[in-house]
């Protein structure tokens, strides 16, 4: 690719009470899933959620932390990643079962799931949300929360192959009642970008091809990045909640105690004058 990825563009649209987001990932993307050997279908649910939580991180209106999980009793124990407001996202999946490459039904991989959402602002209370995830999609999961939780009518499209994902969202603004008609319109362009034109295409080119007769206000691309967040104070923070006696044994067997990052996978070493 020959233009900046990893970036979230925000738009509105000057003559609809509607707002709109695109986002587009690959370093980012790719960075979260190295070295974890995930199936194909958990790879590509990742880069779903991945993308879903920079959308979501993009409403935030404070300084602060968004967490999308989603928890279910199927082959994947759950999927989870992290935003802030910066668009510094991470994320992992628990698996307690095989999948096949070929296994792509939400249902199937997820079983009997929810979704939670949980906002954490820097200042303030901390909010949870939680829906059903009994769906055909994760687009239609989020969907249902913003429904639910917001009343506000919301469209997602969501892609992602290992290698690259990418999202969209619109979503009626306040203003508009129960007036649709705009939203119609603009859901049913939107409808027609396909996958393969949100990998290879610049994101303006995308709104440009989309909306070229709509009155488009598009606001400056946040970068989106992989940031893990760990270091090795705060793994060793994390050690000293363990029982003194667990780790006595861990260093007369083994010399030191090692603790990998469940989301880099880097790996702190500590030993008893560590400690």
């Known amino acids: 690719m020959n233009y900046p990825t990893d970036q979230l563009y925000r738009y509105t649209f000057s003559e609809q009470d509607v707002r709109g987001e695109l986002v587009q990932l690959s370093t980012s ?6 070295g974890h050997n995930y199936p194909a279908p958990v790879q590509r649910l990742l880069g779903e959620l991945m993308a879903t939580t920079a959308l ?7 300084e602060g932390h968004i967490n999308l999980q989603v928890q279910g009793d199927g082959p994947i124990n759950f999927l989870a990643v992290n935003g802030s407001h910066e668009q510094d996202l991470r994320g ?3 698996l307690r079962a095989d999948i096949a490459d070929d296994e792509n039904d939400f ?15 820097d200042q303030g ?21 913003f429904a639910q939780s917001e009343q506000l009518h919301t469209r997602i499209w969501l892609n992602a192959d290992g290698e690259y994902a990418a999202g969209m969202m619109l979503q009626v603004l306040p203003a508009a009642g129960h007036d649709l008609s705009a939203f119609k319109h603009l859901e049913t362009l939107t409808s027609t970008m396909t996958a393969n034109e949100l990998y290879t295409l610049h994101g303006e080119e995308i709104l440009h091809r989309l909306y070229h007769q709509e009155k488009v206000e598009v606001y400056g691309a946040q970068r989106v990045n992989f940031h893990c967040g760990c270091s090795r104070d705060r793994t060793l923070a994390a050690l000293a909640t363990v029982p003194a006696e667990e780790i006595t044994e861990v260093l007369r067997e083994e010399g030191e105690i090692v603790m990998t990052c469940d989301y880099c996978l880097t790996e702190y070493r500590f030993t008893e004058a560590d400690l």
């Open 92 to 94: 992992l999946a628990r």
């Open 56 to 62: 979501l991180s993009a409403t935030l209106k404070f």
């Open 107 to 121: 249902r199937t991989l997820l079983g009997k799931a929810v979704m939670v959402i949980t906002i954490t602002p």
């Open 29 to 34: 993307y790719q960075r979260m899933l190295q």
């Open 125 to 145: 209370e901390r909010y949870q949300g939680v829906v059903d995830a009994n769906a055909d999609s994760l687009a239609q999961v989020v969907e249902n929360y």
